[in-house]
């Protein structure tokens, strides 16, 4: 049987945690930041988990 491969994409957009979860970064801070207030650019700024309903489909993307 062939292996599975990693979608390319979505290894570089995800990471996998220590304890298993997958951290993601948020949309919307590339660029037209100027109409975007202080708050909301820093909270986009960082990162977050995955959804839960979510975890099995890019999982299997990171052939997991």
Request: proline share 3%; glycine share 6%; net charge positive.
């Amino acid at each position: 049987m062939p292996k599975q491969k990693t979608n390319s994409g979505s290894k570089k957009r995800f990471k996998i945690t220590g304890t298993g979860k997958i951290k993601r970064k948020h949309a919307f801070h590339s660029h037209i930041l100027t109409k975007k207030s202080k708050k909301r650019k820093s909270i986009l700024a960082g990162v977050t988990l995955v959804h839960p309903s979510d975890e099995k489909r890019i999982k299997s993307l990171l052939a997991l």
